[in-house]
């Protein structure tokens, strides 16, 4: 009798293991979209900013006066050595130094918090002195520096949770790493969670000047 020959694995083609495909280029289209959209977010409000300090100029500027350009510019230096430390972080993977990657990607990500720890400290002085929306000694101040305040803690608390989102995904990054699921021959996922964190600190570079420099 003749035996019956199983046909080959579906995994097995002509003696060759089966490429997965993976489509980088597309992954990177996606993403750069995907930040479009936060950067339509901010430029709204941005533009929101704008009109409002032209109708306000005088008020924006008092409300400037109480405002901790020492904590702006501890924060602005924390996150471009944020950038720097992601950068590293994706140069070292692609030359296959994956605990270099590690150290570099953790760095970041301690820094990260490092931001929302001075962030802290800083709205805890405001709100301790009693400047924070719906407070009695806020609204005893002119429209011009209530508009300046809701501003000023509406787009910096949505950039900080942008923060703490770029900080889950680099968490998930550093455990792929670990784990082998990002190499120097398939790092697409860091690159992307690199691309987020530097739109992240790039926000930040245009909030500093227009809420702590306009005294």
């Known amino acids: 009798m003749s035996q019956i020959v199983e046909p080959a694995s579906s995994d097995v083609i002509h003696g060759h293991e089966a490429h997965v495909h993976k489509d980088n280029q597309g992954a990177k289209i996606g993403m750069w979209l995907f930040l479009l959209t936060e ?22 500027h008092r409300a400037g006066l109480d405002m901790h350009t020492l ?25 296959g130094k994956k605990w270099l990657s590690i150290t570099f990607l953790s760095s970041t990500i301690l820094l990260g918090l490092s931001f929302l720890t001075v962030k802290y400290f800083e ?15 806020l609204l005893d101040r002119s429209n011009g520096e209530i508009l300046f305040f809701g501003l000023y803690y509406t787009m910096t608390g949505l950039h900080g949770l942008h923060v703490i989102a770029g900080m889950i995904v680099l968490i998930f990054m550093l455990v792929f790493i670990v784990r082998d699921k990002i190499t120097k021959d398939d790092y697409i996922k860091l690159e992307n969670a690199g691309l ?7 926000i930040w570079i245009f909030l500093f000047p227009l809420f702590y420099l306009i005294n």
């Open 39 to 60: 950067l339509l977010l901010f430029a709204g409000l941005f533009l929101l900013y704008s009109a409002y300090r032209y109708f306000h100029s005088d008020a924006f």
């Open 123 to 137: 709205w805890s002085s405001e709100i301790a002195k009693g400047i924070y929306p719906g407070s009695a000694k």
């Open 71 to 95: 904590f702006g510019t501890l924060n602005t230096i924390v996150l471009l050595t944020s950038s720097l430390t992601m950068a590293l972080s994706i140069a070292a993977i692609q030359r």
């Open 196 to 202: 987020y964190w530097h739109l992240v600190d790039i």
